[in-house]
Nanobody, 117 residues
Framework: QVQLVESGGGLVQAGGSLRLSCAPS????????MAWYRQAPGKQREFVAY???????AYADSVKGRFTISRDNAKNTLYLQMNSLTPEDSTVYYC???????????WGQGTQVTVSS
């Protein structure tokens, strides 16, 4: 079993930056792909970015060029560096991890990001 705990959310002005972290605990060596999602009230959870163990990344078009996902494989800690934030980025961000070989998906509890105009 794996538990994911996000941190780093908060309030920032438009154009500013935040760095989110996701620290797993439990059977961290079972973790494969890690990702960030976000979900606004009343909307579906949407993909933000993912990163494989080997470092391959992918981003949603809405954040490409502004957000950078990274991970520390020694700790299996996941990061999301968010630059040039806009009010449209305001929502709850969730850490996601898949088990190696697939089959199990883990979610964190979410961290709120608020960007003021």
């Amino acid at each position: 079993q794996v538990q994911l705990v996000e941190s780093g959310g908060g309030l920032v002005q438009a154009g500013g930056s935040l760095r989110l972290s996701c620290a797993p605990s439990g059977n961290i060596f079972s973790i494969g792909v890690m990702a960030w999602y976000r979900q606004a009230p009343g909307k579906q959870r949407e993909f933000v970015a993912y990163i494989t163990i080997g470092g391959r990344t992918a981003y949603a078009d809405s954040v490409k060029g502004r957000f950078t996902i990274s991970r520390d494989n020694a700790k299996n800690t996941l990061y999301l560096q968010m630059n040039s934030l806009t009010p449209e980025d305001s929502t709850v961000y969730y850490c996601n991890a898949d088990s190696l070989g697939g089959g199990t998906v883990y979610w964190g509890q979410g961290t709120q990001v608020t960007v003021s105009s």
